[in-house]
């Protein structure tokens, strides 16, 4: 499956941002897929997962802000960000695994997924 992010740009702190991940190939419906970001100088993070069943998981900076869902026909997972903050700036990159209940979950993320698309930068001015 190939990954395509898209739908970022600039924003003020305190508005919203939909961010897509797109795929190619068939059965996107049976893909964990999850949001992650990296903000300059610091390591690449856990944000957002949901698994073929609908189920969502956030780490803890982006709950009640930020809701990940999926549109199975149109093979898309999306991001909304509500109450940005500039500490939300970063490149957002969307990455899946088949949904066999053996991706890494530990510590309040998930780790190690096999596809990766390019990411999609969304800034968040003060």
């Known amino acids: 499956v190939q990954l395509q992010a898209s739908g970022g740009g600039s924003v003020q702190a305190g508005g919203s941002l939909r961010i897509s991940c797109t795929a190619s190939?068939?059965?996107?419906?049976?893909?964990?897929t999850g949001w992650f970001r990296q903000a300059p100088g610091k390591e690449r993070e856990f944000v957002a997962a949901i698994n073929s069943k609908r189920a969502t998981v956030y780490v803890d900076s982006v709950k009640g802000r930020f809701t990940v869902s999926r549109d199975n026909a149109e093979n898309t997972v999306y991001l909304q960000m509500n109450s940005l903050k500039p500490e939300d700036t970063a490149v957002y990159y969307c990455?899946?695994?088949?949904?066999?209940?053996?991706?890494?979950?530990?510590?309040?993320?998930?780790?190690?997924?096999?596809?990766w698309g390019k990411g999609t930068q969304v800034t968040v001015s003060s």
């Open positions: 190939g068939r059965h996107f419906s049976n893909y964990l």
């Open positions: 990455a899946a695994s088949w949904d066999d209940g053996k991706s890494a979950y530990f510590g309040g993320a998930y780790h190690n997924l096999d596809y």
